[in-house]
């Protein structure tokens, strides 16, 4: 059995709504992919020695488009 990521594998969808003005926040990525300008390329289990979460966590980089706001949130890795 595998930890992954819900949102990365397609099982999940997160709505999280900006706590500035409301209005529903878009899935950026994870915060891995914003380290530098390789880290999209590199293997997750790299990026993730880096972003100083536990292992069964993904961060992920929420971003509002109305007000600018942007919001790291740690997504539950699922075992499957």
């Known amino acids: 059995m595998e930890l992954v990521c819900p949102i990365c594998n397609g099982m999940a969808i997160y709505l999280l709504k900006c706590s500035n003005c409301?209005?529903?926040m878009e899935n950026r990525g994870t915060i891995g992919e914003f380290?530098?300008?390789y880290s999209p390329y590199l293997a997750m289990d790299i990026t993730q020695q880096i972003d100083g979460v536990p292992y069964d966590q993904c961060v992920h980089?929420?971003?509002c488009k109305n007000c600018d706001h942007d919001k790291?949130?740690?997504i539950k890795k699922m075992r499957i």
Request: net charge neutral; proline share 8%; no cysteine.
């Open 61 to 63: 980089l929420f971003y």
């Open 35 to 37: 380290l530098d300008d």
């Open 22 to 24: 409301g209005k529903v």
């Open 72 to 74: 790291r949130v740690p």
